[in-house]
């Protein structure tokens, strides 16, 4: 059976810019999306949603819809009393929690509320018999800004709770009172983290099926966390976890969004298991903007204390969390990340944080791309240059002072986390050079002098990534991988992670290939569907190879030294060494190859001492910490006065995310981030009227940036592994969008510093630069 | 994103479709405003007639000193028509600023003619060459010039029962320079100001200037005041200073989300000076 054939030197793919193994069935439109799935007997539903942002529901008349032919059922808040809530997965001292029922109740709160739903033979007569439904309400008044809901007087979004306060949350470390006693200068300033819209462009969609006779559902969602799903929506509805099925089939991007369980989910599980029928819902673009959680949504007053030599002594934030009218799985937890975020990469050991958070009558806040760190971010990378602005400091200087040093690792901050390893001063001084910053200065200063408006922004971040350490997370932050080599040497991965765009079953072939010294090829990675992979956590918080491609890393060594048993057993031999796809005895150089192990493992004709048949391996595995990236974007850009048009003349964006796996792959993650995060600082804006009215509740109206719009991205890296996971990697799913917004702020509040202007709140609209130009406030 | 039910015919030829038509069949013309609005169920015909699938409308014929464009003729054909481009530069260039590729692939002249969007870009084009309106119905023809065809918000003088069956623009005269310019509204592409401009030069003197506005306003308008300022200078950067600064004249200017009515009038303004300057540059 042992031969002496040389199999071909495996050559790492690690490192490699190898193309996506998901793109061709997503080029090529064969993918399967929830819409696509069809099934015999299907019926289709639609849900009937509050218009008002407040309301009382006097009565609801489903007579004329349920006599319309082909509408096979109607149900309203009455019919599911029995279903728990739309579980919060946060837990804060003295939270406030509302009873969120998939269906309203007798009020509704937030336009888009779901109220009734109707499940018809097609989805034509659905929609037509959701418009025969009358609800007649008697409309509240809303309130949907933050700070307008903590105003006395306001209107209570919850009637039991008037301050509209769903829970205060205050954390501090160090000696604040004493830094700002200290201090030679403090600086203040109001900033604000508008509400985006997600966006995923496939918006969410269900399709449940119920069978009966075996008390069993399999629930096929748009989903980033099918197990977290499967063990909650059995809970919401009283089946057996282990009678639950969900599938997550292709998902078309979530950006957050779709790391949660929706009312929906366990709606039409519930309308399935009373029609008997397999049940559609598939969200329009206009309910994905009304009813799918948004982002951000901060109002943060910030204070910095400094000596006047720009050394950071203390910071102060008291931080207004737009919740919306519920809480979603985490929505009370986000800004508790910005908290955590908040010394950014700076030494200070003394900070104080307040938030604040407050229910408005719009659909709920929830995690989007950064989740929390972005809005830190931001707040923290403009206090910097405000201070800098303010002792005249050259902004790259007062940043290069302020870092923690490189000998300082691990560095425990003054929110308790352990920054692992950095090197903060280098992706800065690389974006430094790479810009030319000091001719870059001196070209503005010349550009200055001819009446032209020419801005340098610099953002330094840091991220808290791989989430995370399971005691710091609502549901475990661990991951687990499954490799299993089947009889014929083929490989197939089973990762608990749910990959919707970050390309893990091309990464992940590629972490498999290596260990195994065999093709990319010959490697297929599963995911997504619990009825044949083990538990997982899912993809979010830069999570997905940091910890997923941990385990993978963990099951393949166990593998290994299982191959290697049956290695030695064929060879006849201890002292053999597995690499390039065999074992191979170091003595006499004859070799096995894993297909023949494979088969021998499988038939089992012999077994070495104390093992198994087969050749199967799980692994779970626990993060001991965090992973904290860090990096530097620059953006250079010139404001016309005339119209106060924004151009982006140059981004760079310098990352450190450890250990890069595939460049092409973390390039497409910069690019992505980096446009959502210029999104977020010059067009996106959720904008809600004082009636609860989403105004920007189209794309027509809600400006998502656009290939034309972006500019080119000047994408590096410095590599500090993460001594965190044995792969050295540490995220890089949020970074771009962590260090756009404030590079784009920056830049453009350094343009008009000539004219005064030391802060603008986000989106800066040509409208608002052009009254600043102006001498006007925006 | 489902409509109403609703009947659909694509009739073969164009008096089969007015006969529709007169019977209350609501006209489809490449669907590009029609069917989102049906999507989102604020319209909600019983009957749809497609007209976009009728040939015989669809074509741009040169005829004497006038170019015809059949109603039916995408805005991508109109863009990239080579009479159109050397016969009426300024219609071609406003064409390529409708909307993206898809959409100039599918909305047709006549359509977004007889949807009359305050913001859609043809008609800023249209007031400045004067064009007419060839209008149909089940009893004969009429022709309007756009000045009179260009009414209000989404209305037009079409009567019941009538369609746009062509739009007539002048072949402009040698020395004629014209220019499009647009500021585009972020999210959906529409001219938050469009500002379309023809100026023609004699002896040194521009001897003519035909200004038409889209977006700022409830309906696209011709700026007379501007015009008239313009007509008998030499061109000069004060001569365009001071005729673009007339150009919102007597205009109630829009405001919204991305733009306010102050900024929306600042922006016709200085768009306007950079249309009259390119124009003024195409003149030679």
């Known amino acids: 059976m042992a031969t002496t054939t040389i199999i071909k030197k495996h050559e790492p793919s690690i490192g490699k810019r190898l193309r996506r193994k998901e793109d061709p069935r997503l080029i090529t439109g064969t993918a399967t999306y929830v819409e696509d799935l069809q099934m015999p007997g299907m019926h289709y539903a639609m849900v009937v949603r509050s218009p008002h942002g407040a309301a009382n529901i006097k009565s609801i008349d489903t007579s004329a819809a349920a006599a319309m032919p082909g509408v096979a059922a109607i149900f309203t808040g009455k019919d599911i009393l029995h279903i728990a809530g739309v579980p919060c997965g946060a837990s804060l001292p003295g939270l406030r929690v509302p009873d969120h029922k998939i269906l309203a109740q007798d009020r509704v709160y937030f336009v888009g509320h779901p109220v009734a739903v109707v499940v018809a033979t097609d989805k034509y007569v659905a929609r037509d018999a959701a418009d025969a439904i009358e609800v007649d309400y008697d409309v509240l008044q809303a309130v949907a800004d933050p700070e307008k809901a903590l105003a006395p007087g306001a209107p209570a979004v919850h009637p039991q709770w008037p301050d509209n306060t769903a829970f205060t949350f205050h954390q501090e470390g160090g000696d604040i009172e004493k830094a700002f006693k200290e201090a030679d200068v403090i600086v203040k300033e109001r900033i604000v983290s508008q509400r985006l819209i997600p966006s995923a462009m496939e918006p969410r969609g269900v399709v449940a099926s119920w069978h009966a006779a075996e008390k069993s559902l399999t629930l096929y969602t748009s989903t980033q966390v099918p197990h977290l799903v499967r063990t909650l929506i059995a809970q919401m509805l009283g089946i057996d976890e282990n009678r639950v099925r969900v599938v997550a089939p292709e998902v078309g991007g979530g950006f957050g969004s779709k790391l949660n369980v929706y009312a929906e989910e366990a709606l039409m599980s519930f309308v399935s298991m009373k029609i008997g029928k397999p049940v559609k819902w598939i969200e329009s673009r206009r309910e994905n903007f009304l009813t799918t959680i948004h982002g951000r949504g901060h109002v943060d007053y910030y204070e910095v204390a400094a000596k006047k030599d720009g050394t950071i002594l203390g910071i102060k934030v008291k931080l207004i969390q737009d919740l919306g009218s519920y809480h979603q799985l985490l929505t009370p937890a986000i800004p508790t990340l910005s908290v955590l975020m908040l010394p950014g990469l700076y030494r200070s050991k003394n900070m104080s944080a307040d938030i604040i958070g407050v229910f408005t009558n719009c659909v709920p806040t929830d995690a989007y791309r950064g989740a929390g760190r972005p809005e830190a971010t931001h707040g923290i990378e403009r206090m910097v240059d405000i201070l800098a602005a303010e002792l005249k400091m050259d902004p790259a200087e007062i940043r290069l002072k302020n870092f923690i040093r490189n000998e300082e690792f691990p560095f425990p901050t003054a929110t308790g986390l352990i920054y692992d390893t950095g090197d903060y001063a280098a992706p800065l001084r690389k974006a430094l050079e790479t810009v030319n910053y000091t001719e870059l200065r001196k070209e503005q200063a010349e550009a200055r002098k001819q009446g032209r408006l020419m801005g340098i922004g610099i953002c330094t971040y840091g991220e808290i990534c791989a989430m995370g350490p399971s005691p710091a997370t609502p549901a475990g932050g661990w991951e687990s991988a499954t490799v299993k080599i089947e009889p014929s040497g083929k490989v197939t991965v089973m990762t608990g992670v749910s990959p919707h765009g970050q390309g893990e079953e091309t990464t992940f072939s590629q972490i498999a290939a290596d260990a195994l010294g065999i093709d990319v090829e010959d490697i297929l990675v599963q995911h997504g569907d619990t009825a044949i992979v083990q538990y997982g956590i899912g993809t979010f918080g830069s999570r997905a190879t940091a910890v997923g491609g941990a385990a993978l890393h963990f099951a393949l060594q166990e593998i290994i030294t299982k191959i290697k048993k049956f290695g030695a057993m064929l060879l006849e031999t201890e002292d053999i060494t597995y690499s390039d796809g065999q074992c191979t005895c170091n003595k006499t150089g004859k070799s096995i190859s894993i297909k023949e192990i494979a088969g021998a493992a499988y038939r089992a004709m012999k077994l070495p001492a104390n093992t198994e048949p087969g050749l199967v391996a799980t692994y779970f595995w626990e993060p001991p910490n965090f992973t904290f990236p860090f990096g530097a974007h620059i953006m250079v850009s010139e404001v016309e006065k005339e119209t106060g048009n924004i151009s982006i003349k140059r981004y760079v964006a310098i990352d450190d995310c450890g250990n890069v796996l595939n460049p092409l792959i973390v390039d497409g993650q910069v690019h992505g981030g980096v446009a959502q995060g210029l999104g977020q600082a010059l067009w996106e804006q959720a904008v809600y009227d004082d009636n609860g009215q989403l105004v920007t509740g189209e794309f027509t109206d809600y400006t998502m940036p656009r290939a034309h719009m972006m500019p080119w991205i000047e994408s590096g890296h410095t590599v500090t592994p993460t001594p965190v996971n044995p792969l050295g990697v540490k995220g890089v799913g949020e970074a771009g969008t962590i260090g756009a917004s404030p590079a784009a702020v920056n830049s453009v509040v350094d343009a008009l510093s000539p004219l005064g202007v030391r802060h603008i709140d986000m989106p800066m609209t040509p409208e608002k630069i052009w009254k600043l130009v102006n001498g006007r406030n925006a | ?284």
């Open chain 2, 1 to 284: 994103m489902i409509p109403h039910q609703f009947d659909y015919a694509a009739p073969k030829s164009l008096d089969e479709a007015l006969k529709a038509i007169a019977d209350g069949a609501k006209p489809l013309s490449g669907g590009m405003s029609l069917v989102p609005m049906m999507k989102l169920r604020l319209a909600a015909p019983d009957r749809v007639v497609d007209l976009a699938r009728l040939k015989e409308l669809s074509y741009v014929r040169e005829e004497g000193s006038a170019l015809h464009v059949g109603a039916t003729t995408i805005h991508y054909d109109v863009e990239s028509s080579a009479a159109v481009k050397s016969k009426c530069p300024l219609l071609a260039e406003t064409a390529g600023f409708i909307g993206d590729v898809q959409i100039r692939n599918m909305g047709t002249m006549g359509g977004s003619v007889a949807h009359n969007d305050p913001s859609a870009d043809y008609p800023a084009a249209l007031q400045a060459l004067e064009a007419k309106i060839v209008l149909k119905g089940a009893n004969g023809e009429r022709t309007v010039s756009a000045a009179d065809f260009f009414v209000d918000t989404f209305t037009t003088s079409l009567e019941e029962g009538e369609i746009v069956r062509e739009v007539v623009v002048p072949v402009e005269a040698a020395g004629t320079g014209t220019s499009y310019a647009k500021v585009l509204q972020p999210a959906s592409g529409f001219a938050i100001v469009g500002i379309a401009v023809r100026v023609r030069k004699s002896g040194g003197k521009i001897s003519m200037a035909r200004i038409g506005v889209t977006g700022l306003a409830n309906c696209s308008y011709r700026a007379t005041a501007a015009e008239k300022a313009l007509e008998g200078t030499a061109g000069s950067d004060a001569d365009i200073q001071a005729a673009a600064a007339l150009v919102a004249q007597g205009a109630d200017a829009n405001s919204d989300l991305h733009a306010s009515a102050e900024y929306r009038t600042h922006l016709a303004k200085v768009h306007a000076g950079r249309a009259i300057k390119a124009a003024l540059g195409k003149t030679a």
